[in-house]
């Protein structure tokens, strides 16, 4: 299971490098894994892949695909008949063979696994699968690139604009002088994973038409709604860092209480895509530094935005307290219960680790060493899709215990 930041990139015209260009989305990716491979399309069809750690490590080309993850078998390098195909993954991993059957059409489509690849003929390929649950945008800039990635802001970051967003089960086929879309098998609908709006994508990302802000937005004032009456003693909202400040600023608003940027980021790490527990760990402290004279001696509204094994919140708990001198925290995550780990290919911890299916809640707040604990309910995360318009049928919340309707 893999969970990565791609983006491809093909020129029209000569004088293009495509290295150039990808450049300036490594940093724009960088929120889905530090694992970064680049490989671009050079003369005479050879195809050149590196790790890369910075952007001057990029090489040139004509063409180029740009993954970042947390799975090195996520991509890779396969001869397929004559060409070389160079091809990243998101989801479920598939074999290599299996990529170059979907490739040359002998599959029409992946259940649970997308795929954006390159060509040794300079062919740049983007499948979605049928379930819908990645996303992949399209853009352009101008008559010149075209571009492919699950995060719709690389496009934005590389001057392009967002031209659609392929279709569940659907392959699209870009060289410079075609472009062919192999529509899914039966019209597939698909389904969209409710962690890519909660946490996953960029908050000025768009998901199938979807602004991820607005969805995070309706969450916190969702969550607003449930902590009315609960913290009414509070004395300032923060947020969890990076992903928790949205959602905690819009719930400082609707509670009409002032936010405090309290906890900085040393240094920008995700820390539940990692996989090892020191290496969790080690995420955790490096992005938790205390503002101690925002918060010393004052009643704290800590907020994030989902929560797995709590590791980070424990951590955090213990920061204010005993590092900031914070009088009381409580705890309030802007999503519901992860009560299962998904089988569609996000990283997550086994079901028994996560603190949600372990503990009941009046046990989950003393592991935390909070003073409460609040979450959004099921019915919350669906009402914030109806109004914003994704629906609450078009929502897969298995890990959050509810239905996912992706039994193919």
């Not at 060409?83 to 170059?100: F, K, M, N, S, W």
């Not at 947020?239 to 959602?247: A, D, W």
């Not at 905690?248 to 539940?272: D, H, T, W």
Request: include cysteine.
């Amino acid at each position: 299971m893999v969970v990565a930041g791609v983006i491809g990139v093909v020129s029209f015209h000569d004088g293009w490098d495509v290295g150039e260009i990808l450049r300036y989305a490594l940093p724009v990716l960088r929120h889905r894994g530090d694992d970064a491979w680049a490989v671009t399309l050079g003369k005479g069809g050879v195809l050149t892949g590196r790790q890369v750690r910075d952007e001057d490590q990029i090489p040139s080309g004509e063409a180029g695909l740009l993954c970042l993850g947390t799975d090195g078998d996520a991509r890779g390098i396969v001869r397929c008949g004559h060409a070389d195909v160079a091809y990243c993954l998101e989801g479920l991993i598939v074999r290599p063979q299996d990529v170059c059957r979907l490739i040359n059409g002998e599959v029409k489509a992946f259940p649970y696994t997308s795929l954006v690849a390159l060509t040794s003929d300079g062919e740049l390929i983007a499948h979605r699968p049928i379930t819908g649950l990645r996303g992949l945008a399209i853009g352009a800039y101008g008559f010149d690139l075209a571009m492919v990635s699950n995060e719709s802001s690389a496009i934005d970051a590389l001057g392009g604009d967002v031209r659609t967003f392929i279709r569940p089960g659907s392959t699209v086929r870009i060289s410079r002088l075609n472009l062919t879309i192999q529509e899914g098998p039966g019209g597939s609908r698909g389904m969209l994973c409710a962690m890519e709006f909660i946490y996953l994508s960029r908050p000025d990302s768009v998901f199938d038409g979807h602004p991820i802000y607005e969805f995070r937005r309706a969450l916190a004032v969702k969550l607003a709604g449930r902590l009315m009456g609960r913290v009414d003693d509070v004395d300032i909202v923060i947020g969890m860092p990076e992903t928790g400040v949205i959602y905690g600023i819009k719930v400082a608003e609707s509670l009409r209480k002032p936010f405090e940027y309290a906890l900085i980021n040393i240094e920008r790490r995700r820390s539940a895509l990692r996989r090892e527990l020191l290496d969790k760990l080690s995420s955790i402290h490096l992005k938790l530094s205390p503002v101690t004279s925002a918060v010393s001696g004052r009643r704290v509204l800590l907020i994030d935005d989902s929560l797995l094994t709590g590791l980070s919140i424990k951590e955090a708990s213990q920061v204010l307290r005993h590092r900031a001198g914070v009088s009381e925290v409580h705890v309030a995550i802007a999503s519901p219960k992860v009560v299962r780990s998904c089988p569609y290919g996000v990283d997550m911890p086994p079901n028994n680790q996560l603190l949600a299916n372990a503990f009941n809640d009046e046990n989950a707040q003393r592991v935390l060493e909070v003073d409460s604990l609040t979450w959004l309910s099921l019915e919350d995360l669906y009402e914030a899709a109806d109004e914003v318009g994704i629906g609450r049928d078009s929502l897969c919340t298995y890990c959050f215990g509810g239905a996912h309707g992706l039994d193919l």
